[in-house]
């Protein structure tokens, strides 16, 4: 138990509470280990609950009636997911798979929406999240509808070094996941941290990228433009 109350606390989304309100989050959560690939929800599934990521990633995704799918998010450790069903009692909006192997922890909706009727803190906290999400996605669709593609390759990586605290940055998805992300393909995201890499602005080795010149990365990420 004190293992679990220590990892909600740590989880953005229910920051702050009491030990009262850990103790009865985690008697209403179901912990789950996934491996890779595993499918946990698909677009229209009747919204039981929520998700939270405890270790690993997940990634959620459309695909269009070609069948060319579009990353919307992917989800690493401590973040939320499927929590609007919690609210709307709707399906899920968009399909969620697992990108590595993954521990989940499940809120179901009836349980869950006790909780916060007793408890309307809760319930705060989640709206304040979602706020949050609402703009992640704006910024989203503003960005592939407006800018090219390396200024939304720039912009990922200021985020994950932001996220990290430093300038080095590690992607913890394949390229073919982050190309699916960022609306492009494999080969033109390679072309685009070569170039990247020759004007300096960056060094990557596989997976490990450090950012070079945080200025330079700005300006493109800012104006969106593409590279000479």
């Not at 697992?98 to 349980?111: E, M």
């Not at 200024?151 to 932001?162: F, V």
């Not at 430093?166 to 390229?175: F, W």
């Not at 941290?193 to 602005?201: E, R, T, V």
Request: charge should be positive; aromatic fraction near 8%.
């Amino acid at each position: 138990m004190i293992d679990v109350l220590k990892q909600l606390a740590g989880i953005p989304l229910f920051a702050g509470l009491s030990r009262v309100q850990y103790e009865a989050l985690a008697r209403i959560g179901v912990r789950k280990t996934c491996p890779k690939g595993e499918r946990i929800f698909s677009e229209g599934d009747e919204g039981t609950g929520f998700y939270v990521v405890l270790a690993g990633r997940v990634k959620i995704f459309k695909v269009s009636n070609d069948g060319k799918e579009q990353i919307l998010h992917l989800f690493g450790p401590g973040e939320p997911f499927g929590e609007v069903s919690v609210f709307t009692g709707q399906g899920f909006p968009a399909d969620a798979t697992t990108a590595v192997q993954t521990t989940l922890l499940f809120f179901p909706r009836s349980a869950f929406t006790t909780l916060i009727g007793n408890d309307p803190a809760l319930a705060l906290n989640m709206l304040a999240q979602l706020s949050l999400r609402l703009r992640q996605f704006a910024g989203l669709i503003e960005d592939l509808s407006l800018k090219e593609v390396p200024g939304r390759l720039a912009k990922y990586l200021l985020y994950l070094s932001a996220k990290d605290g430093d300038g080095e940055v590690e992607l913890d998805v394949s390229k073919g996941q982050l190309a699916a992300l960022l609306g492009t393909i494999p080969e033109t995201l390679s072309r685009i941290l070569a170039k990247l890499n020759h004007q300096g602005l960056i060094h990557s080795r596989g997976a490990q990228i450090r950012i070079v010149d945080r200025r330079g990365l700005e300006q493109i990420a800012l104006e969106g433009k593409k590279l000479p």
